[in-house]
């Protein structure tokens, strides 16, 4: 049974299911980045008309759209698709040794790049989850944190809101060496 929720942004929708999604963490995929993509699955949500991004995790899908086309005409489509690949898989649609788009892990050990993840992971990645999104950590230099948002938090309206009254705060907060957050 697949279900959606609405997000902030009112391109971006969350497709939430009992089933598990991803065993290798949080993967946002664009369509522009479709030739590279090797999961089938992934490559055919992508080919939907309108389809932009889709930000993959381990318990729900977001997925952006164009303003071009209708979530009416888009969300049956896409619940379709996930519901056929569950009927014929077991298994996730991302799993071990499957991962793309490898992440080089930041081989830094910083005390501080260790505490303002530590803040991301618990404080701010389980809200903004809740609206269809992920946070990353990009880098810390001279007091700001650069930061990437994905899924629909990618170009949501409500983003910078988010940014600066809600992480940046946090960060401050938890971590003196914060001075700024700026998205990249």
């Excluded at 005409?73 to 569950?86: A, C, G």
């Excluded at 499957?98 to 260790?114: A, F, T």
Aim: charged share 30%; glycine share 4%.
């Amino acid at each position: 049974m697949i279900y959606t929720e609405n997000t902030p942004n009112p391109n971006a929708l969350k497709f939430v299911s009992k089933n598990i999604f991803s065993e290798v963490g949080v993967q946002e995929f664009q369509k522009k980045d479709e030739k590279k993509i090797q999961n089938s699955f992934i490559k055919n949500l992508l080919q939907f008309d309108g389809v932009e991004l889709i930000l993959i995790s381990k318990n729900f899908i977001s997925v952006k759209k164009s303003d071009s086309v209708s979530w009416d005409k888009l969300r049956p489509s896409i619940i379709s698709e996930i519901n056929d690949y569950f009927e014929k898989n077991e298994k996730p649609i991302l799993i071990k040794n499957q991962k793309e788009n490898e992440e080089i892990e930041d081989k830094e050990n910083d005390l501080i790049i260790k505490q303002i993840k530590e803040v991301l992971d618990t404080k701010i990645k389980p809200a903004v989850s809740k609206d269809g999104g992920d946070i990353k950590f990009v880098s810390f230099k001279d007091g700001t944190v650069n930061v990437e948002l994905r899924g629909s938090c990618s170009g949501c309206p409500s983003s910078v809101m988010t940014l600066k009254n809600g992480v940046q705060n946090l960060l401050r907060h938890y971590v003196k060496e914060v001075n700024n957050v700026e998205a990249k």
